[in-house]
């Protein structure tokens, strides 16, 4: 099982980013697909959930302005970051999940400067 994202860099506040993560050797539509962040001396926090039904769940910090998705035909989902704070800065990371079956990707740094 591979969860390979990619799409971080270096934006401006205000910028924005899409995030792409792609996964190979599991059953892609039947896991909800999440998007995680960690910003350097801090947990590792939930930013971002769809589920194998298209539901979507956030963050309250990023509510309005990151948008997740999926694409089941190319088993990758995706994170449309608009509107790009300081604060938003972190390593982010993909997780799948299916009952108590999930794998983490490796992450792409996502860095906004003021």
């Known amino acids: 099982v591979q969860l390979q994202a990619s799409g971080g860099g270096l934006v401006q506040a205000g910028g924005s980013l899409r995030l792409s993560c792609t996964a190979s050797?599991?059953?892609?539509?039947?896991?909800?697909m999440g998007w995680y962040r960690q910003a350097p001396g801090n947990k590792r926090e939930f930013v971002a959930v769809?589920?194998?039904?298209?539901?979507?769940n956030y963050a309250d910090s990023v509510k309005g302005r990151f948008a997740i998705s999926r694409d089941n035909a190319k088993n990758t989902v995706y994170l449309q970051m608009n509107s790009l704070k300081p604060e938003d800065t972190a390593v982010y990371h993909c997780?799948?999940?299916?009952?108590?079956?999930?794998?983490w990707g490796q992450g792409t740094q996502v860095t906004v400067s003021s």
């Open positions: 997780k799948s999940e299916w009952r108590a079956t999930m794998y």
């Open positions: 050797g599991i059953i892609f539509d039947i896991y909800r």
């Open positions: 769809v589920y194998s039904t298209g539901t979507t």
